[in-house]
T-cell receptor, first 114, second 113 residues
């Protein structure tokens, strides 16, 4: 079975631009979470979506937004990119967000801002 | 405020030795504690996890020890191998703590042949 897939794998943008990152969860998983991982740090929670609704939001500015589609795939959008947005963006899926189910991560999108 | 504190930041162990990584948490509402292993260029992969109703869980060479009263848990890697060289993250989750996993800052493990 395919794991969590993310696209693109790498992306280079300049300050002020907009970016869209995509995630397909493991088949059967209805919950998708997004994390930002800065080099040398642990993942920081951005959003969680379940059944197409936002169920959790981390401490990130409104420039960050996301959505989940009927097939449970998800997009993360970041507007007005800043140099500090350079990071590995990780998507994780799980069966649901309420039970203690393990999250399974994709390999991420490496975003570089010039 | 760092919800989960992890130490050490880096660790060097001889092949065959025991690697020990420690984590501490504050929020007693956490009720699920996984460990993740991450190789360069890859996403974190679930290694082993524990719930607070048990004090120890073992899977192969990997063991989690959990001390609920001290709010601490640790990962022990027995018979460490060069292939174990990676970054390890502890994490914590609670059903009533915002539907998110809180991660430690990571430990870079190097196993010397």
């Amino acid at each position: 079975d395919a794991g969590v897939t993310q696209s693109p794998t790498h992306l280079i943008k300049t300050r002020g631009q907009h970016v869209t990152l995509r995630c397909s969860p493991i088949s059967g998983h209805k919950s998708v979470s997004w994390y930002q991982q800065v080099l040398g740090q642990g993942p920081q929670f951005i959003f969680q979506y379940y059944e197409k609704e936002e169920r959790g939001r981390g401490n990130f500015p409104d420039r960050f937004s996301a959505r989940q589609f009927p097939n449970y795939s998800s997009e993360l959008n970041v507007n007005a990119l800043l140099l500090g947005d350079s990071a590995l963006y990780l998507c994780a899926s799980s069966l649901d967000p309420y039970s203690n189910q393990p999250q399974h991560f994709g390999d991420g999108t490496r975003l570089s801002i010039l | 405020q760092q919800q989960v504190k992890q130490s050490p930041q880096s660790l060097i162990v001889q092949k065959g030795g025991i690697s020990i990584i420690n984590c501490a948490y504050e929020n007693t509402a956490f009720d699920y504690f996984p460990w993740y292993q991450q190789f360069p260029g890859k996403g974190p992969a679930l290694l082993i996890a524990i719930r607070p109703d048990v004090s120890e869980k073992k899977e192969g060479r990997f063991t989690i020890s959990f001390n609920k009263s001290a709010k601490q848990f640790s990962l022990h890697i027995m018979d460490s191998q060069p292939g174990d060289s990676a970054t390890y993250f502890c994490a914590a989750f609670g059903r009533f703590t915002g539907n998110q996993f809180y991660f430690g800052t990571g430990t870079s493990l190097t196993v010397i042949p």
